[in-house]
């Protein structure tokens, strides 16, 4: 008798070991499963003998069933475009060990302007203000200078409540890079606070660390609230503290524009406003209700696209959502978009066609609609409003206010299957982009 069998997977809490006291967290869904994760084997046969990537052949299978957690860290660097498919071997190796005397002198540079950088602790309080004048206060200051103030005489000194001279800041990009460390510090704190990793003081000093070379590698953006959530997975995925900077620094060229304040607006407001158009074109009555209620600003989804379902599922279900979203997001030049600026690409080299083959599913769909790079919206838009079609019931006969609708979507935190809201965004974006289409025509 031929009885088909099932695959149950196995559970990977143990690759992300949660504190024996924290029993309250979302238990992990994503389930390694033969014939669907895409494991160590099926990794290694996808490079050529020299080290060209087939990443085409990868990106189904990390759709169906993610990406086995022991190659999780070098997958995602393809993935965010660390790396070009089509390098070889030697040729990365060559780029990384670039990349990490590049951290190592950014590093060095924090170092020199805020010694605790890179000294296994980190700060919490502040220690300047905004004219530049270093922070007097006992605690800033032992935070701060803790080898330095355990001398009896700045000790006494401290006791005493005389000042220490310490000379102002007078760079006021420095001074903007100071005043962002010790929010960076109460972040980190308390980010992932659930897991054992984090209960080691120098992975909270390395994420520390990589947020605040961050901050000053990236004056324009710098530290915004949420990117704690987003640098944690690379510090635990990626040994390497440089490699785990870059990863991160490459999956903020995708989202440092939610970040970026123009006046007294935050950048992902225009992703919020993605989101009020997509759900006005695909559930007309549910953005009418919502409208109603005083939420066509739809900052009730806020959070959802700032930190990506972070707080919406657990840890490892995270992990496993973002990856699927980026496998169907794929783009085979997303490497040389990165690395290359517009002006010196040759003309051929932007009208070449890439191969859909290389490119993932969403990517696909959108190279068959011949939509314009202005005009398409990123995964993470359709996920949300897969969150907000699935809850379209409830959200328009139990929502009478706002409060209403966050309570409603709230409910979703540690119940989200992340397998199928990535399915409801790509069944969204496909009929998204057909009414998109049909209206265009009738106009």
């Known amino acids: 008798m031929n009885i088909l069998w099932k695959d149950p997977g196995l559970p990977t809490d143990s690759f992300y070991e949660v504190r024996a006291e924290c029993t ?156 962002t460390l010790h929010q960076i510090g109460l972040d980190v704190v308390r980010t992932d606070r659930t897991l054992v990793f984090y209960e080691k003081q120098e992975n909270l000093s390395k994420l520390w660390d990589v947020l605040s070379v961050y901050a000053w590698f990236d004056k324009e953006v710098g530290y915004g609230q949420g990117m704690s959530d987003l640098c944690s997975p690379m510090i635990m995925l990626l040994e390497d503290e440089a490699d785990a900077f870059w990863c991160f620094e490459r999956l903020m060229r995708r989202l440092r524009g939610n970040f970026k304040c123009v006046g007294a607006s935050v950048g992902v407001e225009s992703q919020l406003c993605n989101l009020a158009n997509v759900i006005q074109v695909v559930d007309p009555k549910l953005h009418q209700h919502l409208d109603h209620l005083g939420g066509g600003d739809y900052l009730f989804a806020f959070r959802m696209l700032m930190v990506l379902f972070r707080r919406e599922l657990s840890f490892g279900d995270s992990l496993y959502l973002w990856e699927m979203m980026w496998a169907l997001e794929y783009d085979p030049d997303l490497y040389n978009l990165y690395e290359e600026p517009d002006s010196d690409r040759p003309e051929d080299a932007k009208a070449k066609p890439k191969s859909s083959r290389q490119c993932g599913k969403f990517e696909r769909e959108i190279l068959r609609s011949g939509a314009k790079d202005e005009e398409t919206l990123p995964i993470s838009v359709f996920l949300v409003a897969s969150v907000l079609k699935e809850k379209s019931v409830k959200l328009l006969t139990e929502a009478k206010g706002l409060d209403d609708v966050v309570k409603i979507l709230n409910d979703t935190s540690g119940n989200l299957d992340a397998k199928k809201s990535c399915s409801g965004a790509m069944k969204l974006h496909k009929k998204y982009l057909k009414k998109v289409k049909l209206e265009k025509a009738a106009s």
Request: aromatic share 8%; proline share 7%.
């Open 24 to 179: 309250d967290v979302p238990k992990t869904k994503f389930k390694i499963k033969s014939g669907k994760t895409l494991s160590v084997r099926k990794w290694q046969s996808a490079f050529s003998p020299e080290g060209h990537l087939d990443i085409g052949q990868t990106l189904g299978r990390i759709y169906r069933g993610g990406i086995h957690p022991t190659i999780r860290g070098e997958v995602w660097e393809f993935l965010l475009g660390c790396f070009d498919p089509k390098s070889t071997y030697e040729e990365r190796k060559e780029i990384r060990l670039t990349r990490r005397e590049e951290y190592g002198r950014l590093k060095e540079l924090c170092t020199y302007m805020f010694p605790l950088v890179g000294s296994g602790k980190f700060i919490t309080a502040p220690v300047i203000t905004e004219d530049g004048t270093p922070t007097q206060d006992p605690i800033v200051l032992l935070e701060a200078n803790p080898e330095k103030l355990m001398t009896p005489t700045t000790q006494a000194t401290i006791n005493s409540g005389k000042e220490i001279s310490v000379p102002k800041e007078e760079d006021n990009k420095i001074i903007q890079w100071k005043l």
